[in-house]
């Protein structure tokens, strides 16, 4: 069945550490996306990537960084992890243009 | 810029009454974008509920339907009679962009706590 999985589900990282969280997806999407989700705020785009090798900066995207090696697989990389990181970090996946995300099921992130 | 605004929550309301979730977009990027709403429950990701692609139509799932209303910016959502299984944060979505740019703005979600 396709979809979209994350790893970790759950981090506790310490300040100044570096943390990944990674997402794979089997929709076969040329795009991807990580959003990170805070209250009241909804989802915000961090990064996102029209295909293996490319990564475009989205609304939010200071702090982190984003790497897609292959069609399935993109990244998001926290260099040095700061408290106000502390987030629910969503990845999603789509076909190209303006249509649904079909997204994983979140990774929890706190920054100690 | 491209945004959308929806209640604000949370929203409690009685099983077996009606819902109305209220959402408006701003769209300056595209003159037709696509009107989405999605929902989170607890623990889970987001999950597409309905989308509508085209202006003036409707879209409906699990008993929500939604109308998109050019004229009026709007794509509310609504539900004849809830059940407490449809306890969770909605979201309605603007997608916009050409035919590989494609992304979606969120609105800020409304949490919907139904009592039994």
């Known amino acids: 069945e396709a979809a979209v999985t994350q790893s970790p589900r759950n981090k506790v990282a310490v300040t100044g550490g570096k943390v990944t969280l990674s997402c794979n997806q089997t929709n076969n999407h040329n795009n991807m996306y990580w959003y990170r989700q805070d209250t009241g705020h909804g989802l915000r785009l961090i990064h996102y990537?029209?295909?293996?090798?490319?990564?475009e900066k989205g609304d939010i995207p200071d702090g982190y960084k984003a790497s897609r090696p292959s069609q399935e697989n993109f990244s998001l990389i926290l260099e040095l992890a700061t408290p106000s990181q502390t987030s629910v970090y969503f990845c999603?996946?789509?076909?190209?243009?303006?249509?649904?995300?079909?997204f994983g099921p979140g990774t929890r992130l706190t920054v100690l | 810029g491209d945004s959308v605004t929806q209640t604000e929550g949370p929203v409690t309301v009685s099983e077996s009454e009606s819902l109305i979730i209220n959402c408006t977009y701003s769209a300056t990027s595209i003159a037709y974008p696509n009107l989405f709403w999605y929902v989170r429950y607890p623990g889970e990701g987001l999950q597409l509920l309905l989308k509508v692609i085209t202006a003036g139509q409707k879209g409906s799932s699990r008993g929500f339907e939604a109308t998109y209303n050019k004229e009026t910016t709007s794509f509310h959502l609504q539900k004849a009679s809830v059940q407490e299984s449809d306890s969770a944060v909605y979201y309605c979505a603007l997608g916009v962009g050409g035919s590989a740019l494609g992304r979606l703005h969120f609105g800020a979600g409304t949490q919907l706590i139904v009592i039994p």
């Open positions: 999603a996946s789509g076909a190209r243009g303006p249509y649904e995300q079909y």
């Open positions: 990537s029209y295909g293996a090798g490319s990564t």
